[in-house]
């Protein structure tokens, strides 16, 4: 590791949790091993996640909190990641999203215009945390 590295990744961190600290973050995946390690990553930068493996428990969740990002998997056992991204923003046309997925088919249809950002699997925990932030910050251009 070179000298400054480990300081350099904790001020990255750092400046993750001041950006992304208390945004509400819903997870819907049907491996509960994803789910936790997502939960996990997003907790220590300051986000606010509910976590699911089933649409229909990921529905009842919208219905209740207002979540700023939900992020799911394109292929869910009971479900599409792209129906459920479609009944999420037709009840709340604010909420952002971010795909995941490990299958080059799907990944494909998420690249198209309007459907989200996408973040293939396998992922590095930086790779989440700065999609999760392009996702809810956006650039502004000067």
Avoid at 37 to 47: E, H, N, P, R
Avoid at 50 to 79: C, G, H, K, N, Y
Wanted: proline content about 4%; glycine content about 6%; hydrophobic content about 45%.
């Amino acid at each position: 590791m070179a000298p400054g590295a480990n300081q350099a990744d904790q001020s990255e961190s750092g400046d993750a949790a001041e950006r992304l600290r208390g945004r509400k973050v819903l997870v819907v995946d049907d491996h509960f091993e994803i789910l936790e390690l997502i939960a996990s990553v997003l907790g220590t930068v300051g986000c606010s996640v509910l976590t699911t493996e089933s649409a229909p428990a990921a529905r009842a969740l919208l219905r209740q909190v207002d979540f700023d990002l939900m992020i799911t998997d394109i292929v869910l056992r009971d479900a599409n990641g792209f129906a459920l991204s479609a009944w999420a923003r037709a009840l709340r046309p604010d909420l952002r999203l971010l795909y995941i997925s490990a299958r080059s088919q799907e990944r494909r249809l998420a690249t198209r215009p309007g459907q989200g950002v996408l973040l293939a699997k396998p992922f590095r925990l930086a790779a989440l945390v700065s999609s999760v932030e392009r996702v809810l910050i956006p650039r502004t251009v000067h």
